[in-house]
């Protein structure tokens, strides 16, 4: 144990560089080879989760901005490389190495170049001031450590590896978060852009913020929040506007930067699901490639997941759980069921527009009730889970709810098959007698469709529109 302590010692005493920022001495036990290495890898597995969004001109548009601003960072050298991901979800992030990403969610609640600059330079600014990495660092040290009290205690040492690398996409302290504006700010000034895109920024997260959490608390779930400024700020917050102020003052700026139509440049974007992972229309879901159709009732709301479709009770009293799974052996939809569970009840045969399937009611602990149901489809399963909240007890009254979803399955007609087109971002022009509930009122997005617009135009939560505005409809 003596030894191992003197190894973390000159570990520590051996692993400090400068911080090309700061100039001032940081933790860190990689290289930048090694960050560049790590971040590469790890790029690799992003894109494999989540693939780049399929337009070139988009991508190159984002690439030419970032690559812009990262010419007036700390560290220039780098070369960096944006990549815009093809999620609705509303984030943007960044890898060791000069790897970053924006979501197309998040671009599409976005108005002008100037915020998405904000964005791409608060991201830059964790990547110059090795934020990831420091935190990578630590917890390779803090595994290590805790590695050597396994090791005496007579257990096995914890995978110090994957220890590090969870290290890499966590949220930022609020203290990284600021730093990371300040940088990201003065990149912005020095590439000719006004900083007013940063707090611009601010407000377009934090109405995002109290819708999700209006959202959250309907559905019973915790809000997602992007973990940069839209996390680390309050929409008012006296540090980051003197930041920006400071900025203004110390940074030496190049002229005013012309910039392009950031409307013009999304016009046309996919708003919500795309295509490959099923499109949803009010209670109604629509999956191109598996040729699939599913309903509910029209007060249920749909969540589409990579792994599962999800349909859900008003306040998330009851829910519906859709998956696929490979069928591997040739029996029926009864034996299937038999095999995969226990605790059958009330079992039946089903016949759904020529599809052959199973279902029951099985009781779990403490009395609670489920609908499972399978049907079988080529040879494809599609498997079907219907549950009752905690707080519900009430199985009779959502069963017949479940069994509604359950036998909507069909395959696309055409309407389906037009249907399940993505929607996507139309640049829009304000005329007389327009107003947010009377384009809502023809939109097709899916749910909370005012709240929606009203977002993606910074108009929430009651702003009014005026002849002339130019604002994003969702077709």
Known sequence: MKKFIALISFIIFNSCSINPVTGEQDFVLMSENQEI????KHHAQVLQQTPAYKDKDLQDYVQSIGESLSLNSHRPNLFYRFTVLDSPDINAFALPGGYIYINRGLMAYLSSEEELAAVLGHEIGHVTARHSVRQYSQSQLMGILSAAVQMNSGRTAGDIVNVA????????GREMELEADNLGAQYLYKDGYSTNGMMNVLSVLKDQEIY???LAKKRGEEPKNYHGIFVSHPSNDKRLKKILEEVNKTTKPRKVKATEDYLEKIDGLVYGDSEES???????????D?????????DWEIINTP????????????MLSVSLEDLNFRETPEKYMQRVTSNCIEGNNLEINGYQGYTCIVRKRMDELRRLAVIFREDKIYQFVGYLSEEVSNFAKYDPFFMQ????????DQRGRNLSKS?????????????????????????????QLRLLNGDFPNRDLKVGQVIKLVQ
């Open 278 to 288: 099923g499109v949803r229309k009010g209670n109604e879901f629509f999956h191109r």
């Open 165 to 172: 690398s969870g290290a890499l996409l966590a949220g930022y």
């Open 37 to 40: 290495a790590l971040g590469k």
């Open 290 to 298: 598996l040729d699939l159709y599913l309903a509910s009732d029209k």
């Open 212 to 214: 999700s959490k209006e």
């Open 405 to 412: 979803i359950i036998k909507s399955l069909d395959k696309l």
């Open 307 to 318: 792994t599962t479709l999800i349909f859900r009770a008003p306040y998330s009293k009851a």
């Open 423 to 451: 929607l996507r971002i139309k640049k829009y022009v304000v005329g007389m007698g327009d107003t947010y509930k009377a384009l809502a009122d023809q939109s097709s997005v899916p749910y909370n469709a005012e709240e």
